[in-house]
């Protein structure tokens, strides 16, 4: 069974935007918190933002603040992240996840139990 989708990737140039969009199973969006994680190559998996679901509020890396933005649609159950000004580091793939972390561990991808298959973003220079 399916719970996440993911779509929206894509290749741009520096200084470019894509909106990346996730659709939630019903069981996954009962989850307390949606991700957006991304794995480089040789790299371990990193939380990108996060947002709670009931009470909004959202969560990001240090190297995406200001740049990248998530947000939801709860009544469709689509989690988005809208990401500006994209740099070449930014390449990955990206993943959507759905899960339940504990206090300020929002960013750990084993605290999430639900995972899309990845959408590949590629920046170039």
């Known amino acids: 069974l399916v719970h996440l989708v993911e779509s929206g990737g894509g290749s741009v140039q520096a200084g470019g935007s894509l909106r990346l969009s996730c659709v939630a199973s019903t069981d996954a969006y009962s989850s307390s918190y949606m991700g957006w994680f991304r794995q480089a190559p040789g790299k371990e998996r990193e939380g990108v933002a996060s947002?709670?679901?009931?009470?909004?509020?959202?969560y990001y890396f240090d190297s995406v603040k200001g740049r990248f933005t998530v947000s939801q649609d709860r009544v469709n159950k689509m989690t988005y992240l809208q990401m500006n000004s994209l740099k070449p580091e930014d390449t990955a793939m990206y993943y959507c996840a759905a899960g339940a972390p504990g206090w300020n561990r929002w960013f750990i991808p084993d605290e999430y139990s639900y995972w899309g298959q990845g959408t590949q973003v590629t920046v170039s220079s």
């Open positions: 947002i709670y679901t009931s009470g909004g509020a959202t």
